[in-house]
């Protein structure tokens, strides 16, 4: 378990939902003030990126849902002890597009029991717990749609061309481990086109958050 200054944050949602949007404005906001690292799980490491590749490609068959989950967790192992861990010691502020909720819900989707994939996300995550998850909660149908080519099945990748069933089971797994987590998680509810009112809500949270738990003081500021 981590003991560090640092500050975790992850963004969550199902495709289309804007994390990659979303972190990198909410770093922008926080780097004036804090030393912000921004990253993406899967990904980021080298292996991790490779791992991202593979999991992605359209051209690769189908895995068992069981061989899947284990490469997210494979990945994630390296993203911790890589970036994740190193940042927080130093009290930086962490910044992640997607985490181990993330494996709840794609592979919960699948059939894989919670209570096995929660035993992967403790040891692939070294049980590191994030501080604040942002989950940006958007219809499956609307999120396939804003995805490019959706409407033709291109430009997708493996993961985005799965039936509109499958992301709607992904999207109620997130809702129902929001509920389950309501200190963790700040949901925010998706507004198409008021990207600037989402992400203020989302400055107004992280804000009070530090304010609250009094990590000013923590938190390691740029030089």
Same mark, same amino acid.
């Given at each position: 378990?981590? %003991?560090?200054?640092?500050?975790? *944050? ?7 939902? =804007? ?11 926080? &780097? ?11 990904? !980021?490491?080298?292996?991790?990126? $490779? *791992? &991202? ?29 890589? /970036? ?13 597009? &997607?985490?181990?909720?993330?494996? !709840? ?15 992967? %996300?403790? @040891? #692939?995550?070294? $049980? ?14 609307? =999120? /396939?749609?804003? /995805?490019? =080519?959706? +409407?033709?099945? $291109? %430009?997708?990748?493996? @993961?985005?061309?799965?039936? /509109? ?27 198409? =086109?008021? *990207?600037?009112?989402?992400? $203020?809500?989302?400055? *107004? +949270? ?10 000013? #003081? ?6």
């Amino acid at each position: 378990m981590r %003991n560090s200054p640092g500050l975790f *944050i992850t963004f969550e949602g199902g495709e289309g939902s =804007g994390k990659g949007t979303h972190t990198n404005l909410l770093e922008e906001y926080l &780097r004036s003030k804090y030393v912000v690292v921004v990253a993406r799980d899967p990904g !980021t490491t080298k292996i991790g990126e $490779e *791992i &991202r590749k593979s999991l992605q490609d359209l051209e690769k068959p189908e895995l068992n849902p069981i061989t899947e989950l284990l490469l997210y967790e494979a990945a994630r192992a390296e993203y911790t002890t890589q /970036l994740v861990l190193p940042a927080l010691q130093q009290g930086k502020i962490f910044i992640s597009d &997607r985490f181990y909720d993330s494996t !709840t819900a794609y592979q919960g989707a699948l059939g894989i029991p919670n209570h096995l994939i929660k035993i992967f %996300n403790e @040891i #692939a995550s070294f $049980e590191i717990i994030p501080d604040l998850t942002f989950l940006i909660d958007i219809d499956a149908k609307l =999120g /396939l749609k804003k /995805l490019k =080519g959706h +409407e033709f099945g $291109e %430009n997708l990748d493996k @993961i985005e061309s799965r039936k /509109l069933e499958y992301h709607e089971r992904v999207n109620q797994i997130y809702r129902d481990t929001a509920k389950q987590h309501p200190r963790r998680f700040r949901v925010i509810p998706y507004k198409n =086109g008021e *990207i600037d009112e989402m992400q $203020e809500e989302m400055k *107004i +949270e992280v804000d009070n958050f530090i304010s609250e738990k009094g990590l000013e #003081a923590f938190l390691l500021k740029p030089s």
